[in-house]
């Protein structure tokens, strides 16, 4: 059976130039230790080729290559972002207690910040509107002087819906400004990147963090002239190894690392790098940055032809309408269930998912599709379909050739358990 791969916001297939990358790597340490860390010429020749790779995703990503942190993977890199800031401001300045993250995070900054809830911190939650957008009133109401970090996505992973992060990190940096902090001099601004700046040593300053893994291939990413002070990416997202994360955290940010050991990466995420992967990630993270245009316009098309044949399904209607990502479409499927609706496309060769691959086969509503004001029942029946570097027409047309049998099927299926 042939299989058509429709679920690339959860891992998109290796890119050829990142295997090639990655086997060339492979087989220029073959025989010889691959631990950069390491004095001796082994050693160099693993750390040129980490620090090339580093230069060569700082160039596709905006960034200089002191910014560029590798980690474990997209959530290594979230909850690195998210506890470190945390942690460090609290330090600075015991007042800055409170962690603010929106309604329709996904797990990585989700869970980390319920945990750090549990060690004293105070967590905020922003709501979403129905279309599943951060509200910005609720961030007009943060307090400068007891937030330490807040985080908030770039793109939904589920509904592929763009929060407007420009707009957010303009609203706290205006309510920086114009809070003076009791008993504290007036001190010089210094210009930051992203056309911000930033009082030295203010300890009211908080700090912003991004998870943009499901952004990464999608949107174009600039680091230098972003908002946002971190940002979290997984290279999987974009065709590259699975094994490897992106943390970009300007110099002058401070985050008090847990991840202490050798002194690696800044010493802010220790332990012995993966040289091969980062190779690959360096050519996936370059080849998704200079095909986004051509993407860009493919997935568009094939958007535009996905909802012409989906939405003419009776019960079938897009999760949201707000502006989103191309490459990423929730559909609710009212009186179905996506467990049993997923298990048919399976049977016939579609493989989609309901929403974060992180909880599969856990049969539960969608949190997003919650947050956005969906019933408990509508929310069972999410469906999640998202394109890649790879996704051509025909992959769209044999998903709307399976599913109106695959639908009936599910909706028979909780009709039964109904009863």
Known sequence: MQLTYLDNAASEPLRPQALAAMN???ASLAGIGANPSSAHAAGRKAAALLET????????????PAEVIFTGGGTDSCALALRGLARAARRQDPRRNQIVISQVEHDAVGSNARDLAADGFELKVLPVTSQGVVDLEDVRSLNPATVAVLSVMSVCNENGVIQP????????REKERKYVPENDAVLPEISLPGNTSRKSADKSRIAIHTDAIAAAGRQEINFAKSP???LSLACHKVGG???LGILLARREVNIASDRLGGGQERALRAGTQDVIAAVGAAAAFTAAQQEMA???RRHQQLREKLLQGALAIPGVKLASKAPAVPGIVQFVLQGAEAEGLLFALDQAGI???AGSACHTGVARPSPVLLAQGYSEQDALGSLRISF?????????????QALPQALSASRKLAERERK
């Open 351 to 353: 493989c989609a998912s």
């Open 165 to 172: 992060l420009r707009d957010i990190c303009q609203i706290v």
């Open 228 to 230: 946002v002070d971190v």
């Open 53 to 64: 790779a580093r230069s060569q995703i700082a160039r596709a990503l905006g960034a200089e």
């Open 241 to 243: 190894p699975a094994s």
């Open 388 to 400: 890649g570097w790879s996704t051509r027409k025909d992959d769209v047309d044999r998903f709307l």
């Open 294 to 296: 051509e993407t860009t």
């Open 24 to 26: 060339e790597a492979a």
